[in-house]
């Protein structure tokens, strides 16, 4: 990771960095930058619903609130919806097989012209179109599916 760089990251580089998984460093870098303002760091309102939904649903409402207050008190700027947003994330949704979250997450680093932080293979279609710092990779959930 270099300063003055720009970064998004993926709902999965933040849970990553919550539950120390793989990356967590890589993350935790990234967000020490931010915090010395020597780099901007973004992520999209539906990461942040992610985090909540997602934290609530495997450990209850209050681990998923705390997770989420946890996610506003990073040096991250929330990015919200926007016509230019929309426009991109339907352009990327069209374009590319991700759901309709990773496509506004993808969206997000195209608006704020970041490099995407993630683990989710994915947003490997993206490659030559958008830049990707791709954390190792997390292993393939069974009976997921796109929306």
Known sequence: MREAERYTLDTSAIIAYFANEAGADTVEGILALA???RTEVYASF?????????VWKRLGEKEGKAAY????SLAVRQLDVSEELL???SRIKATYDLSVADAWIAATAFATRSQ???KDPEFRSLEGKLALLE???KPARLGSRRE
Not at 69 to 72: E, F, M, N, P, W
């Open 35 to 37: 915090d010395r303002r």
């Open 46 to 54: 539906m990461t942040f619903m992610e985090v909540l939904y997602g």
């Open 69 to 72: 207050l946890r996610l506003k």
């Open 87 to 89: 426009l991109a994330a």
């Open 116 to 118: 995407l932080v993630h």
């Open 135 to 137: 954390l190792p990779v």
